[in-house]
């Protein structure tokens, strides 16, 4: 059997001629079905209306939904772990005594029944400078590029809501879910342990460089006088050589402040960096539901014309 080979060009010229011939069968499809329509123009108007009334009905304010979101701090758990106890949120089953999202988080049923797509999301730090700028929401960023830094101890929550005005309650629910959890609780009193020994040597370190830039500590012998030196403000109290150690205990004092940030906000297993913040922008909002609600009403009307012009010839077909 012969092989015919082919360069670029006319590989490229192929990819060019079967994608013309696509948009064509399309422009060819939309133009029947307009016809369809201006023929069968009471069928296809019904049912725009009814889809459009349906979808207006869909969207009516007590029935619209919104985003909730927020990001955590992690002390001692792993995005993984809370990922997994997340996940048993999404999956409670109403239906269950012991599954259920009311039972699972403490809260009355009717809350429960207004909150549901319970999920996580990776934090990004794309400048590597330890400041969140991205939370990757549409999870493009995978773990295997290392050129991307996943934030290890910060984790995104997020849910949907019926009922905006009792988001307060369902995140309490939620961190107390999340941190009365034993294995939480082991692993947050270990690593708070280690900060708070992390914190005692860096206090200890800055006292002892202190100590050595005062030559009063190794060489003032008891019997000599306390020198008074001039200074623009006044006078100082014997020598202080602290040009010896200032660039060391300015850089050990900088790691001190964030070993004292990295205590003062670790009092639980996870911390909320900020409350739930409710996107206002509903995800069934009326705008967006009646585009939905006609296009869908117009194609189902165009089959129900369809059906009504070749009705005969599909009973035939049927019976054959």
């Given at each position: ?108 049923a009717e809350l429960a029944a207004t909150n549901d797509r319970f999920k996580t999301f990776d934090v990004i730090d794309l400048l ?44 309490q629910a939620i961190l107390n879910y999340l941190n009365n959890q034993p294995y939480f609780q082991t692993l947050y009193a270990r690593?708070?342990a280690n900060l708070e020994r992390e914190v005692r040597f860096h206090h200890k370190q800055v006292e002892k460089l202190d100590s ?109």
């Amino acid at each position: 059997m012969e092989h015919k080979e082919m360069n670029l060009f006319e590989l490229c010229a192929a990819m060019f001629n079967g994608i013309g011939k696509a948009i064509m069968w399309l422009v060819y499809r939309l133009g029947d079905m307009l016809r369809l329509t201006y023929r069968q123009w009471w069928i296809v108007l019904i049912w725009v209306a009814i889809g459009l009334a349906a979808a207006l009905y869909y969207a009516r304010p007590d029935n619209r939904i919104y985003k909730v979101d927020a990001v955590a701090r992690l002390n001692g758990v792993t995005n993984e772990m809370v990922n997994q106890e997340f996940q048993l949120l999404a999956k409670a089953i109403p239906q269950f005594t012991n599954q259920n999202l009311s039972q699972l988080l403490g809260v009355d049923a009717e809350l429960a029944a207004t909150n549901d797509r319970f999920k996580t999301f990776d934090v990004i730090d794309l400048l590597a400078d330890s400041t969140i700028d991205v939370v990757d929401y549409k999870n493009k960023y995978t773990r295997m590029d290392t050129l991307i830094r996943h934030v290890p101890n910060m984790i995104a929550l997020q849910f949907r809501t019926k009922c905006p005005a009792r988001v307060p309650e369902m995140q309490q629910a939620i961190l107390n879910y999340l941190n009365n959890q034993p294995y939480f609780q082991t692993l947050y009193a270990r690593h708070r342990a280690n900060l708070e020994r992390e914190v005692r040597f860096h206090h200890k370190q800055v006292e002892k460089l202190d100590s050595l830039t005062s030559v009063f500590y190794y060489s003032y012998n008891g019997k000599e006088q306390l020198q008074l030196d001039p200074w623009d403000d006044g006078v100082v109290l014997g020598r202080r050589e602290i040009e010896l150690f200032l660039e060391d205990i300015y850089m050990e004092m900088r790691v001190r402040d964030v070993a004292d940030a990295q205590l003062a906000v670790c009092t639980a297993p996870v911390v909320l960096r900020s409350d739930f913040a409710v996107n206002p922008r509903a995800i069934n909002g009326p705008l967006r539901m009646a585009v939905w609600g006609v296009l869908i009403g117009w194609i189902l009307g165009l089959m129900v014309a369809a059906w009504v012009e070749n009705r005969k010839s599909i009973t035939r077909w049927l019976k054959a």
